[in-house]
Every structure is written in C-alpha cells, then in structure tokens.
C-alpha cells in the first residue's frame, strides 16, 4: 500500500525495528512558522509604518488545561511577533459580560483575530457566543452561522496528511467522533479532497469494523487508547486527535497525557501514525496562526481599497 511519495525525511522519524513512521507534528509546525515568519518578514521590509498582526484571547473561567493552551498559543504568537492579548473572565461570568468583550475585538481595528477558548463554563452556551464572533475575524473558524476560515484543529490534520504527501483521493477514511468542531468538518474535508469518508460516534455500531477498514484512520472522541492495536488496517495512516489526562501515580502531577489511540499497540501495525502529545496539538496552533496571518492579509487589502 503506497500513500507517501518521496517522504520528507525531516518530519518524521523512523522506527525501523517496527517499520512505523511517526508523524513529528512538532517539526511540521515549525516549518510552517518559518513560511509565515518569512512573508512577515518581506511584508515588513517592503511597506513603511507597517502595522502587525493581532490576535486576541477570551479565557473565562480557572481551568488550567485551558490556561496552558492560552500559553501556548501567546507564546508561538510572540515568535512571529504578532501582537497578542488574553481578556481573562471570572467563571462566573454572564453571557452579556463576554459579549461585551467580543463586541470590543469585532470593533478593534488592530484586532485581526479572536479566539474564544473553550470549553466555557456549564451556564455559558457556547454556540452564543461563537455565533457572535465577526466571521472575518474568527480565525478558529468555530462561528456556527459560518466562517471565513476553516477550524484549526481539522485544518491541521489536514496540513499533516498533505505535508507528508499522503495520498487521500480514493482512500477510505474513516473519523472516529463526529464533534462540530472536529469530527464533522474533517470529514467534510477529506470528502473535498474525494475520499471516501466514513464518520462514527463513539457509540456508533461496529466502530471496531468500520475502523478497521480505514486507510486513513483519525480519532477524536476523546476516549482514552480507545484505538487498540486490533483495530487498525495494517499501513494505515492514523491521526491521533485525543488529548486525555489520566491518572498516574509516578508522574509529578499525577496524571499523564494520552491520545485516544493505545500507541504503544498502534505504531505495531499503522504505517504511519501521530504521537500525542507532539503530533496535531502542534499543527492546531499553526493553523491558528496561519489563519491570522490571512486575517491580517485581508484586512489590509481591503483596507487599501
């Protein structure tokens, strides 16, 4: 089964013991960053008083995985020298405080990019407040009346596939979680790209069938190593989306990370595969930044006319 032509030996590293190429989504996003750092950097040279890209957070509530990927996300903005803020809200919020914050991005010339973190708390309905969102300036692309950008995380494992030259025409893909932010605009996308898509819940019916007909197989259900070894079409190409936090003693914060795909199992069987974490976190955060970027493209032309 032939998906890769001439493979990028950069963004990936091979197991050759068990013949498994793992997908280093690390290395992916750091070229992508490269790509933008370089247009802003020739944007920058050519234009006098140029202006730069802004990207503004909306964090409500205490969670610390939330406040981690907030961190995550200012930092890699920092790198390309975007500017960036974080508008913290007290998690007992109302829906008219964050509004207001939204209405001050939508309103902001400077901003060119909101981001809205979720989850948000219980009392908060989330589809509100993306729906609020200036489509223009949605760059997680999660507005459900419709947005100029595609969803980041989708986008990136997206950007994984293509970037390793996987072969998507033809191929049956099959999604495991149909979430409107992963599941469902993923598959949309790979059936642009004339796969064959194939998207279950996880309490869909034989799943365990379904996946294992898969060439490309993308799991994001966010159930922990849901995906055995058994499950998985000998070469296929898995995307790990899952990132779960499970108990372990040995470790300092007494949890550890894992993805949705039991990877010690998986990387036996897949041709290729993602690592969680280090394989589509990475690229999210890419897209994001990426979507900026051509916010702020954009803005700038239609500034200019």
Request: include cysteine; hydrophobic fraction near 35%.
């Amino acid at each position: 089964m032939n998906f890769i032509n001439r493979p990028n030996t950069r963004l990936f590293s091979i197991n050759r013991a068990l013949n498994a190429r793992i997908i280093n989504g690390k290395s992916i996003a750091r070229e992508i960053r490269h790509e933008i750092s370089s247009e802003f950097l020739r944007y920058k040279v050519t234009t006098p008083n140029y202006s730069t890209p802004g990207l503004a957070v909306l964090l409500v509530g205490d969670r610390k995985d939330s406040a981690l990927y907030v961190e995550m996300k200012k930092r890699t903005a920092s790198k390309l020298r975007f500017s960036s803020s974080v508008t913290r809200l007290k998690e007992n919020c109302s829906m008219e405080d964050i509004l207001s914050r939204i209405n001050d991005f939508n309103n902001n010339p400077n901003v060119h990019g909101i981001l809205v973190q979720l989850p948000l708390p219980s009392h908060i309905d989330p589809s509100v407040v993306l729906r609020h969102v200036d489509p223009n300036k949605d760059v997680d692309g999660l507005n459900p009346s419709g947005s100029n950008f595609q969803p980041c995380t989708p986008r990136g494992c997206i950007q994984l596939l293509e970037r390793m030259r996987v072969t998507i025409e033809g191929k049956t893909a099959v999604v495991l979680g149909s979430s409107r932010v992963v599941g469902r605009p993923l598959s949309q996308m790979l059936a642009d790209r004339n796969a064959h898509v194939t998207m279950c819940h996880v309490k869909s019916s034989e799943i365990k069938q379904k996946a294992q007909r898969a060439d490309i197989l993308v799991s994001a259900c966010g159930v922990p190593e849901l995906v055995r070894g058994d499950w998985v079409k000998p070469g296929a190409v898995v995307i790990d989306v899952g990132i779960n936090h499970v108990p372990d003693k040995s470790r300092k914060g007494g949890y550890k990370v894992v993805g949705d795909v039991c990877y010690e199992e998986v990387r036996k069987v897949a041709g290729h595969i993602t690592p969680v974490p280090g394989g589509v976190g990475p690229m999210t955060i890419a897209s994001l930044m990426q979507n900026t970027w051509r916010s702020f493209k954009e803005h700038k032309v239609n500034k200019q006319h």
